[in-house]
């Protein structure tokens, strides 16, 4: 009895953390349904400039660069991603693949949370505008892609069974994720996230420098 009384406490203890971001769900998504996706431009690669000072497109002339557009970083599914990168990084590292993160806080606020998971040494951008993400074409989420059934289940299993937690709103709450490889300045491979709770194959997103 002891156990289903804490099971039922963790699921409304995420359910709540969830609603959280849905209160302003339909203030905020104004226009939202309107807004055409732009193509990925070349000019954002080339001018957008990252922590170390140097540019997306100086990065992928170096190596291919993989570009990990993050939710705000109180998200569960945020952590879990900073988490899969902390794991994947030798894997990364000997198939000469530069990880570059996106978040939506502003740097101070960010950098913490980076070093706690053993990436702080990894370029990263701070686009609270979104000006980036709006570049890429990663829009906002609908009430399923943020709160559909599967999301609920995939951030149970995230937050509470393999323990990332979440904290609170860190940007907009209704912003989609996204990867893309860019090698010298070129878009190489997308993953556009059907829900916030997808999870991107990083070592096939990769693989697609062995083939070229």
């Known amino acids: 009895m002891n156990h289903v009384w804490k099971s039922s406490f963790f699921v409304a203890l995420i359910g709540a953390g969830f609603w959280r971001l849905a209160e302003p769900l339909h203030a905020r998504r104004k ?16 001018n957008t400039i990252t ?10 002339q ?13 998200c569960t599914f945020c952590r879990e991603t ?5 794991e994947k990084r030798d894997y990364l590292t000997r198939k000469k ?4 993160f996106v978040h ?29 993400y709006h570049a ?14 599967r999301v609920w289940w995939r951030g149970f299993v995230v937050a509470i069974l393999n323990r990332h937690g979440f904290g609170r709103l860190m940007g907009d709450g209704l912003q989609m ?16 996230h059907r829900t916030t709770g997808d999870r991107p194959d990083y070592e096939g997103m990769a693989e697609y420098e062995s083939t070229h």
């Open 31 to 46: 226009k939202m349904d309107d807004q055409p996706t732009p193509q990925i431009p070349s000019e954002a690669i080339r």
């Open 104 to 132: 939506l806080s502003p740097e101070e606020k960010a950098a913490p949370i980076f070093e706690k998971y053993s990436l702080g040494d990894v370029p990263r951008i701070s686009d609270p505008g979104k000006a980036l």
């Open 97 to 100: 693949i530069q990880p570059v």
């Open 82 to 86: 900073l988490s899969d990168i902390r």
């Open 51 to 60: 922590n170390t000072g140097l540019s997306i497109e100086a990065l992928s």
């Open 177 to 192: 994720p996204g990867v893309f490889l860019i090698y010298k300045g070129k878009v190489l491979k997308d993953f556009r």
């Open 62 to 74: 170096e190596a291919p660069v993989l570009l990990i557009f993050l939710r705000h970083l109180g």
């Open 136 to 149: 890429f074409g990663l829009q906002r989420g609908r009430i399923l892609q943020l709160l559909g059934p």
